[in-house]
């Protein structure tokens, strides 16, 4: 491939990534309560008599929504919200498009296991700075550096 044809990539630093799943993470919960508030009429789970489904009345639709918004746009553009915000995107280990499959693992690790993925990828992670379920999707994210005249840029690794 030609160097005029293509822009850099790196892969994208953690902080990069916690800022883009921080900018999904607001744009889906207002969503999420806008949609609570609109079925129930209320944001109060104080009709529900245990606290542990009160919390899990919130929690499960939310994280399905998360999860269903993540394959979307992640398999359709490799870009949510965040990712778009941030110059990042998501490709498969070879830089390519990532496949359905790996997608879907992905995101089920960020939708329902987020805390585990996280610190189990942090002290488990290799140079890729893969998630566990980046890993067994084998996806990664990285930052796409538009670069018109590339042979008058340098990259290196964040």
């Given at each position: 491939m030609n160097s005029d044809t293509y822009s850099k990539i790196i892969i994208a630093k953690w902080t990069d990534r916690f800022l883009a799943w921080l900018i999904d993470f607001i744009v889906i919960s207002m969503i999420s309560t806008l949609v609570i508030f609109a079925l129930f009429g209320t944001l109060d789970y104080g009709f529900i008599d245990n606290s542990f489904w009160a919390e899990s009345m919130q929690y499960i639709p939310t994280s399905v929504l998360f999860f269903i918004y993540w394959v979307i746009l992640e398999?359709?553009?490799?870009?949510?919200?965040g990712k778009k915000i941030l110059n990042l995107k998501v490709t498969n280990v070879y830089g390519n498009k990532p496949n359905l499959k790996g997608i879907i693992i992905s995101s089920f690790?960020?939708?329902?296991?987020?805390?585990?993925d996280v610190l189990f990828g942090l002290f488990l992670t290799n140079k890729n700075r893969q998630r566990v379920f980046n890993k067994l999707g084998n996806t990664l994210i990285i930052k796409i550096k538009d670069v018109n005249n590339i042979s008058d840029t340098n990259y290196t690794k964040d």
């Open positions: 398999y359709k553009t490799g870009q949510t919200i690790g960020k939708s329902f296991l987020l805390p585990i």
